[in-house]
C-alpha cells in the first residue's frame, strides 16, 4: 500500500470502481451522501452560496463543496468523464488546500483498453493489485445479492416500499463506507415482511438524477402511485452480475452513452409493467437537455419535475404529481373499460 | 345544490349550481377566504362557512386551484386544476384539442383527445407571462390592463427574461423614445413567446383558450397568426371553477 493509511476516508463524487479503495483498506465516502443525509441539508447548501459560489449552480454540487470544507477528507477521486462537469470545475478551481483531487474517467467510447487504464492508475494510486480487487468484488456482491433482491421485491412482489428500495439502491455507491454494516440495514428492509401494495397504484420509473425532495414517496403513494424503477440509482448497484471487474463497469449504464441509458430504461419498463415515467431534473444541472431525448425515444407518459433546493414538495409540484397521476388513472380506467366491453 | 370552488393565488371563485340547473357565479379575495369564511378543524383541515358566505346548506362541493392542498376542505372532492379546466374546455369542444389557461401564476397547456387529458404540460418556475406578471407592466406602464390587452402591432423587442428586470428594461425603452403602444405590444408578444413552445409540443391546431388570461386580445391575435383555431368560453376566468363541477357529474356517472 501506498502513503495510505488504513482506514483513511476517500470522498468519491459518484459511483466509481469502489473495489478498489475497500482493496486498499481505506474507505470510501460518497460525498453527495454525506450531504443529504445530514440533519440539516439545506444549511449546508446555504453557507456554499455563502461562501460564494454562484446561486445558479446545483445543490449537489453547492453541497459537496461545503462537506468538503468541513469534513477530515483529503483524497477526493473525482469522476471527470461520465459524470458531471460541473463537479469538475468545483474539484479543479475550488478545492481546500490539502485535499488532493484524483480523476477517473469512464471513457466516452467504452473502450476495455482506456478504462484498464483508469482503473490501472487508481489501483497504483492506492498500491493495489486486480486479485485484490477482484477480493473485494466479492465481498461487495454479497450486499448487491441483497440489493437486488430488494429491488426485485419492489416491483414483482410489491412488497418494498419506494424509499426503502431507493435507499437501498443509493447507498451501493460507497456501501456506507462499511459493507458488512450496511448488510444489516438491507437485512431488516427483507424482514419488514408489509403486505403487498395495492394493484391499483401506479407504477412510476423515476428517471435521472436523484432527488432533493424529502416527501416524494409518501406523497405518492397517498395518491395511489409508486416508484417502482430507480433508472439511475439502480445502476449505481451495478445491475449486471459480471465476473470480473472490468465488464461490470462496462455495463454500467449512466456514464456512457445516452442510447444505452435508453436501452436499460425501456427494458426494465417492459418488465416492470410502468404506467410512466417521472423524469427529475435539478435546476441548473446540464442533464435538463436529456428531457427531450426522453420524450422523443420512450413511448410512456412523461412527467417533467424540477427541484432546486432540498426540502418537501411545493404546491405546484404536488399538482403536477396530482394532475399526473389522475390523468393516469383515468386513462387506465378507460382502458380496462374498452377492454371489458 | 353544489358549489364548485377554485382557489387562486388572489382570487377565489365560486360556482353555486342549483337543483334547477341555474349557476351563479362570482369571486373574492383569497385573503377573505382564509380570514373570514373558514373554520379550523382540530385535525388540521378547513371547513367552509356556509352561513359567513351567505349561501344555504350545499350538498356536494368540488374544489380546485393552487391553494385546493394547503386550505384542506374537509367537506370537497379536491380536483386537478389542470384537469379541472380540461374538463372546462370540454363544454365548448369535442375531439382533439389543447387547452391553454392563462392565470394568474401559471400557464398550463393540455392536449385533450375524446374527452380525456392526453398530456399536459406547466410552464417552468417563473413569473414572467404569468398574468401576474401582465399586471405589473401594466402598472410600470400607467395603463389599465385590458388596455394593455389591445395592442400588438409593432411589439418592441424585449429581451429580459426576468419579470423583475423586464421592468427597469421597459423604463429604459420608454427613455429611448419607444412608444407606449409598441412596449405594450412588446409585453404580449414577449408573452406569447414564452408559451408558443408549450403549445408546439403538440401538432394540434384547434385551441381553447381559458382562465384571466383569455381576455388578452393582443394574444388571441398572435394565437391566430400562428394558425390555431382559437375558442374562448363565456367567462373564461370561471373556466376552471366550472369544470370542476363537471368533474363532478362525471365522477357520479362512473
Ligand atoms: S445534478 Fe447535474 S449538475 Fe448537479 S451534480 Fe448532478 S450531474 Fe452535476
Not at chain 1, 444549511?43 to 446561486?55: F, H, K, N, S
Request: charged share 25%; proline share 4%.
Amino acid at each position: 500500500m501506498s502513503e495510505k493509511t488504513a482506514k483513511e476516508r476517500i470522498g468519491i463524487t459518484s459511483t466509481i470502481p469502489v473495489e478498489i479503495i475497500y482493496a486498499s483498506q481505506c474507505v470510501p465516502v460518497d460525498l453527495n451522501n454525506i450531504f443529504i443525509t445530514d440533519k440539516h441539508p439545506q444549511v449546508i447548501v446555504d453557507e456554499a452560496e455563502r461562501l460564494g459560489l454562484p446561486r445558479n449552480t446545483c445543490t449537489w454540487v453547492k453541497g459537496m463543496y461545503s462537506v468538503l470544507k468541513h469534513t477530515d477528507i483529503h483524497t477526493v477521486i473525482g469522476v471527470v468523464q461520465g459524470d458531471c462537469t460541473h463537479i469538475v470545475s468545483m474539484l479543479e478551481s475550488l478545492l481546500p488546500a490539502g485535499v488532493e483531487f484524483i480523476p477517473f474517467s469512464f471513457p466516452y467510447e467504452k473502450s476495455r483498453k482506456l478504462l484498464r487504464w483508469e482503473m490501472q492508475k487508481i489501483m497504483d494510486y492506492f498500491g493495489v493489485q486486480w486479485d485484490d480487487c477482484l477480493a473485494s468484488k466479492a465481498r461487495l456482491d454479497e450486499v448487491r445479492k441483497i440489493i437486488h433482491t430488494i429491488d426485485r421485491m419492489t416491483w414483482e412482489d410489491n412488497t418494498v416500499s419506494s424509499q426503502d428500495n431507493f435507499y437501498a439502491l443509493i447507498n451501493s455507491t460507497d456501501f456506507m463506507g462499511n459493507p458488512e454494516a450496511f448488510k444489516i440495514q438491507l437485512k431488516r428492509i427483507l424482514d419488514k415482511k408489509r403486505e403487498p401494495y395495492p394493484r391499483s397504484h401506479l407504477r412510476f420509473g423515476l428517471l435521472g438524477v436523484p432527488t432533493v425532495f424529502t416527501d416524494l414517496y409518501p406523497y405518492l403513494e397517498s395518491q395511489g402511485a409508486r416508484v417502482v424503477y430507480h433508472e439511475v440509482a439502480r445502476q449505481f448497484a451495478m445491475p449486471e452480475y459480471a465476473k470480473d471487474l472490468l465488464e461490470q463497469n462496462l455495463s454500467y449504464t449512466y456514464p456512457y452513452s445516452f442510447y444505452g441509458r435508453v436501452k436499460d430504461i425501456q427494458e426494465e419498463a417492459g418488465l416492470r409493467h410502468l404506467d410512466g415515467f417521472i423524469h427529475y431534473v435539478q435546476s441548473f444541472c446540464h442533464h435538463q437537455l436529456e428531457d427531450l431525448g426522453f420524450r422523443e425515444q420512450l413511448s410512456l407518459p412523461i412527467l417533467t419535475l424540477e427541484g432546486d433546493r432540498v426540502g418537501k414538495l411545493d404546491g405546484r409540484t404536488k399538482t403536477r404529481l396530482d394532475t399526473f397521476v389522475q390523468m393516469l388513472k383515468s386513462k387506465k380506467r378507460r382502458k380496462e373499460d374498452a377492454f371489458r366491453n | 345544490m353544489r358549489l364548485g370552488i377554485d382557489i387562486g393565488s388572489r382570487k377565489v371563485k365560486f360556482a353555486l349550481q342549483s337543483d334547477n340547473n341555474r349557476m351563479k357565479l362570482w369571486d373574492m379575495p383569497t385573503t377573505d377566504l382564509y380570514h373570514q369564511h373558514l373554520h379550523r378543524k382540530p385535525d388540521g383541515t378547513n371547513e367552509l362557512d356556509f352561513h359567513s358566505l351567505g349561501l344555504p346548506q350545499v350538498d356536494i362541493v368540488a374544489a380546485t386551484g393552487y391553494g385546493r392542498n394547503n386550505v384542506k376542505l374537509s367537506q370537497a372532492l379536491v380536483v386537478s386544476e389542470i384537469l379541472a379546466h380540461a374538463a372546462g374546455a370540454m363544454r365548448v369542444l369535442q375531439g382533439e384539442f389543447l387547452m391553454l389557461d392563462m392565470g394568474g401564476q401559471d400557464t398550463k397547456v393540455a392536449l385533450v383527445r375524446d374527452g380525456q387529458v392526453e398530456d399536459f404540460s406547466v410552464n417552468d418556475k417563473c413569473a414572467a407571462g404569468s398574468g401576474r406578471y401582465l399586471e405589473n407592466m401594466a402598472q410600470v406602464l400607467g395603463v389599465p390592463l385590458e388596455e394593455l390587452f389591445s395592442y400588438y402591432a409593432d411589439p418592441a423587442d424585449l429581451t429580459t427574461t426576468c419579470a423583475v428586470y423586464a421592468e427597469s428594461e421597459i423604463i429604459g425603452k420608454l427613455a429611448e423614445g419607444v412608444t407606449m403602444p409598441q412596449l405594450c405590444a412588446g409585453v404580449n408578444y414577449s408573452t406569447f413567446l414564452k408559451i408558443r413552445p408549450m403549445l408546439e409540443r403538440w401538432p394540434q391546431k384547434e385551441l381553447v383558450f381559458v382562465g384571466g388570461g383569455a381576455k388578452n386580445k393582443a394574444m388571441l391575435h398572435y394565437l391566430q397568426q400562428a394558425h390555431y383555431a382559437v375558442v374562448i368560453p363565456e367567462a373564461p376566468e370561471y373556466n376552471g371553477v366550472l369544470g370542476c363541477l363537471e368533474m363532478l357529474d362525471k365522477e357520479e356517472e362512473e
